[in-house]
């Protein structure tokens, strides 16, 4: 079955670091652009990060640059998002989404972490 | 960076009626790079319209795309109950890749 699998909800300090990780299942990471999109409680849709299919680009908003890093690891075909100096802001429902092939846009996404920051 | 604003943020319809969303863009959006997404409560988005018009795989043809520019719009034809829901537009041609603040499609 070609699915997402996203880790369990985490629980982060301000200043502190966390690790998404989202595995993939009936295709492969290194044919598809990956992105990261969160979403605050009762808010919409924020795009946080990309990764290309090679991994050699890489993208951010301009809210988490310098503080989280995407990545991949093709052999365990997983994706992750690293988060540092955790803010309150960033508490929110994180997904992991797949770009589509051929001008399709995100057409797969993951069930969500949900990422609380608080101290 | 393009900015996207949704109107209006919310639309009140009955089964039946005919919905239409509009998505307005900051700037020029090149080669129509424009997505609408659906979510209900508790679900993932799920992806209705790549390309500004063309349907996602499995999603029925009573939602349409059009649009080009800066203007664009998702209609739903005749609104079945399970229809009611949010929905987003988005840029995707060059990051960042932005979301209008959504639509939120509610039973009158």
């Known amino acids: 079955e070609v699915q997402l699998l996203q880790s369990g909800g985490l629980l982060g300090r301000p200043g502190g670091s966390l690790r998404l990780s989202c595995a993939a299942s009936?295709?492969?990471?290194?044919?598809?652009?990956m992105n990261w999109v969160r979403q605050a409680p009762g808010k919409g849709l924020e795009w946080v990060s990309s990764?290309?299919?090679?991994?050699?680009?890489?993208y951010y908003t301009d809210s988490v640059k310098g503080r989280f890093t995407i990545s991949k690891d093709d052999s365990k075909n997983t994706l992750f998002l690293q988060m540092d100096g955790l803010r309150a802001d960033d508490t929110a429902l994180y997904y992991c989404?797949?770009?589509?092939?051929?001008?399709?846009?995100?057409?797969?996404w993951g069930q969500g972490t949900m990422v609380t920051v608080s101290s | 960076e393009i900015v996207l604003t949704q109107s209006p943020d919310t639309l009140s319809l009955s089964p039946g009626e005919r919905a239409t969303l509009s998505c307005r863009a900051s700037?020029?959006?090149?080669?129509?790079?424009i997505a609408w997404y659906q979510q209900k409560p508790g679900q993932a988005p799920r992806l209705l319209i790549s390309?500004?018009?063309i349907r996602a795989t499995g999603i029925p043809d009573r939602f349409s795309g059009s649009g080009s520019g800066t203007d664009f719009t998702l209609s739903i034809s005749r609104l079945e109950p399970e229809d009611f829901a949010v929905y987003y537009c988005?840029?995707?041609?060059?990051?960042?890749?932005?979301f209008g603040q959504g639509t939120k499609l509610d039973i009158k």
């Open positions: 989404v797949r770009n589509g092939y051929n001008h399709v846009a995100f057409d797969m």
């Open positions: 990764i290309s299919g090679t991994g050699a680009t890489t």
């Open positions: 988005q840029h995707y041609g060059n990051a960042p890749y932005n």
């Open positions: 009936g295709f492969t990471l290194n044919s598809y652009a």
């Open positions: 390309v500004a018009s």
């Open positions: 700037q020029r959006v090149t080669s129509s790079y």
